[in-house]
């Protein structure tokens, strides 16, 4: 009996395994490889095993480079400021098409389309947009009698311009996950709320926002991780200029490899964007733990209020 026992427990493991060690593979084995070529200098001309190991040279490089550390404050500053106004974009829009209104189902629609667009095709539209002369911002501008705006030659300008390009297309992103957790609350919490006399600013503040934080965290987390890797439309608008003010990681590790053929390095670069992300992910993912006992805890009261 107890070996019948034992065998019907590891059935679900012996269908998971074959699945399972393919993802392994998938995952393990290109971490593993860039892990290896970071202690290379490897040029694209070679191949890996002709390559030199030189241990932490390509790190301890990186620590001295100047423009390794720019383009990493570059990066913390863009996904900070990127994932702060989409979050808080995303999470107002919720709130606001939260409603039975005639025409809203249209409207949220609409909302979501950014998202949807290429990258590619994202970048090179806010680029036209941008042009100097016949851009549709500094021409409307100039109708006005005001100076045009050197959306993508001036350092400030650049980056304003870039972050503008990446909330508009992912602000849609946070729009949607935060309308759905929205529409999952418990009613009978928020119809205590108005017995109690709470006006919609202490529903929102003390009802919706607690009880949707397992889930906005897990948004704010994926938002921030893509943030990190955004390439295609910042190469399109700026090419990381001018200067290094739009440089991120993402791109320094593409030029790095493909311009400077520099293929040790660039891996290297990677493994540190790598860490930083899992030490971002460690940390979002304790916060939520915490979080979603606390919101467990609120719908069992809720729940048992509602009884």
Do not use: C
Not at 14 to 41: C, E, R
Not at 136 to 145: A, C, E, P, S, V
Not at 148 to 158: E, M, Q, R, V, Y
């Amino acid at each position: 009996m107890s070996v019948a026992i034992k065998a019907n427990r590891l059935t679900p493991y012996l269908f998971l395994a074959p699945a399972g060690i393919i993802l392994i593979i998938a995952l393990l084995y290109p971490i593993g490889y860039m892990v290896y070529a970071s202690f290379l200098d490897w040029s694209p001309s070679q191949r890996i095993g002709q390559a030199e190991f030189i241990g932490l040279r390509n790190y301890i490089n990186l620590m001295s480079d100047e423009a390794f550390r720019e383009s990493f404050w570059v990066t913390i500053r863009f996904a900070a400021v990127v994932v702060t106004l989409e979050m808080a974009l995303g999470v107002g829009l919720a709130l606001l098409l939260d409603r039975n209104i005639p025409g809203m189902a249209v409207l949220r629609t609409v909302f979501i389309l950014p998202m949807m667009i290429a990258p590619i095709v994202v970048g090179l539209m806010w680029r036209y947009m941008y042009h100097p002369t016949v851009g549709i911002f500094n021409r409307t501008l100039k109708d006005m009698g005001l100076e045009g705006i050197p959306w993508l030659s001036d350092s400030t300008w650049s980056f304003i311009a870039v972050v503008i390009a990446d909330v508009w297309q992912w602000t849609p992103f946070i729009f949607i996950l935060a309308l759905a957790a929205m529409q999952s609350l418990p009613r009978s919490a928020l119809e205590a709320a108005e017995i109690d006399g709470a006006s919609e600013w202490q529903k929102i503040i003390l009802i919706k926002l607690p009880l949707m934080m397992p889930v906005l965290i897990v948004t704010l987390l994926l938002r921030l991780i893509d943030a990190f890797k955004v390439l295609e439309v910042i190469l399109v608008l700026t090419n990381g200029g001018p200067g290094l003010s739009t440089e991120i990681l993402a791109l320094r590790i593409f030029r790095t490899a493909q311009e400077f053929q520099e293929l040790g390095e660039a891996a290297a670069m990677s493994n540190v964007l790598l860490m930083l992300l899992m030490a971002i992910t460690i940390g979002m993912f304790a916060y939520n733990r915490v979080q979603e006992a606390r919101a467990a805890r609120q719908r069992a009261i809720a729940e048992k209020g509602d009884d």
